[in-house]
DNA sequence: CGCATTGTTGACAAAGTTCAATTTGCGTGG
DNA sequence: CCACGCAAATTGAACTTTGTCAACAATGCG
């Protein structure tokens, strides 16, 4: 492993991740630089009125925290919650700073992962601003399925309540309800409790174009 | 003047911008970093269908074409199009890159920036999310008010067309007309031809809490 | 078995959109 | 200076989509 490699893991402390657990809150201030190495969570923002608004999933490999590293830490815009149990390695707001200002190179790689979640962002906005319900849905679904999913004989299977689903695609539950139901009944899915299984995902695609 | 502020503007061309110019276009290879020294911008993606996505506004000190400074300069993700004649600051990919190298605290600057308009993205995505057309035509028309309004002595003047004014809010235009009358008939604006003029802005802002 | 969580279904309401028909405002050229 | 023509704005009415609410069913855990 090259030494710089080294000099940047070794500043780090593994931090184990249990199933639900809220790795931060919008609104704290911004003190640690994160890399997810194994298991899933989720980023995401409260309304006003309280209901979580689903931004994007985070996966192995992923940084989140990012404005830890800005020279005025401004307080956390999002909430990042495990979905299951992995584990993170954390750096403090000194020494990730002291660590990209050594290594150029690592900066560069933030900033890039910065833009890429505004381009997620930007996505988000084009799809709710002109997809239908529907298409949403679907959307969701697919993308989940390739992040969350796991494969089995007859389809891929993810661990989704119809709440869930129905937050990350901002539809209302009876709304997400109706759909998926209607989705099993054309032979798209199949539905047990907190559970879906996607049977052909090349139809659901279809729905959003 | 500091040399290295300097040796910044030296490096960089100065262009001039005209009314309604588009500075840049969604898809294009990002090659530029742009400065917007005097004028007013538009920054906002085409969805799908053709519908104009408004994002946000640009104003003197606002720095846009962010993509450039990476590595690899992927497509741009929006399009920048200027509202009223002005001019700009350029530089070219290898120069601004070569100058954030040198100079940490221009990257650390255009990292915040980024961070910024990612604060501002995620703001707009609640905002459709969460608020009523009218909270949020109501929020445009102030915001817009700060940033392209002059002042009048009966109130602040904005030059935007119900459409315009429509697009920004993600609202049709007919609904944009209907809000705005009763707003009028309720003293808080008047309307004119491509032009609003706010009387009671507090009265506005109340609206949308 | 009992209970909490999750999901379902129908009737209804609300918010916005669409469309077509008009009207208003404004610059241009005769 | 007026009439023409175009873009902007208005208005009402029907319509769509989606959310709301209430009642109920199913699932699975301890």
């Known amino acids: 492993m090259p030494p710089e490699i080294e000099a940047v893991l070794a500043a780090a402390t593994r931090r184990s991740i249990s199933a639900n657990q809220v790795i931060y809150r919008e609104g704290d201030p911004a003190t640690h630089l994160f890399l997810l190495v194994t298991g899933r969570a989720a980023r995401y923002k409260l309304t006003p009125e309280g209901r979580k608004l689903f931004l994007r999933w985070l996966g192995p490999?992923?940084?989140?925290?990012?404005?830890t590293l800005q020279t005025d830490a401004p307080?956390?815009?999002?909430?990042?919650?495990a979905v299951r149990e992995g584990y993170v390695l954390v750096w403090d707001r000194a020494s990730a700073r002291a660590l990209v200002r050594r290594h150029p190179r690592l900066y560069e790689n933030a900033y890039s992962a910065v833009t890429n979640y505004l381009a997620s962002l930007i996505d988000a906005l084009v799809s709710r601003a002109s997809q239908t319900a529907q298409q949403r849905?679907?959307?969701?679904?697919?993308?989940?399925?390739?992040?969350?999913?796991?494969?089995?004989?007859?389809?891929?299977?993810?661990?989704?309540?119809?709440?869930?689903?129905?937050?990350?695609?901002?539809?209302?539950?009876?709304?997400?309800?109706r759909l998926l139901s209607e989705w099993q009944s054309r032979g798209f899915l199949k539905k047990s409790r907190g559970k879906i299984l996607l049977c052909s995902p090349e139809r659901l695609v279809s729905l959003h174009f």
Chains 1, 2 share one sequence.
């Open 137 to 177: 849905l679907a959307r969701m679904l697919v993308e989940s399925a390739h992040q969350i999913g796991r494969a089995r004989p007859d389809g891929i299977e993810c661990d989704l309540t119809n709440e869930q689903l129905a937050e990350m695609a901002d539809v209302s539950p009876f709304t997400a309800s």
């Open 61 to 67: 490999g992923d940084v989140f925290g990012f404005m």
């Open 75 to 81: 307080p956390l815009l999002t909430t990042v919650q």
